[in-house]
């Protein structure tokens, strides 16, 4: 009987990880409406959101719960790729949760943009898409 019950257990709890698992995943974070109308990407303990426009970078960052998490104390940078350019932006805690940039960079619509967010020892990264429609 135990041994019934402790494989049933096993089972509904192997069975609810997937959906917990995919929770995260960029395809489920480009469904959501985010507060800045940028793209939402998960970095370790951190959701990043990036704004992208004009040579300018605003990455928005918050906890798994959507609280904003304060960028003083944080170092970041973003790589950008876009078309043959690569440029590297220092961001800058710019007040509340916000890191900002500036770079030259051309908005292309396959650009991407790896953001790398350190805090003390620990390091998180991740990479957008910015010009991505939501659901594409």
Known sequence: MIKTVSTLLLALCLGGLPPLASAHTDEHLDTIKTPHQGQLRMAGAYHLELVVNDNALLVYVTDHGDQPIESKGLTATAVVVSGKDRVTVKLQPAGDNLLKGRGGF?????????????????????????????GQ
């Not at 953001?115 to 957008?128: I, N, S, Y």
């Open 106 to 134: 051309i908005l292309d619509p396959k650009m991407k943009v790896t953001v790398t967010v350190k805090h003390g020892t620990e390091t998180a990264q991740a990479t957008f898409q910015p010009m991505k429609k939501h």
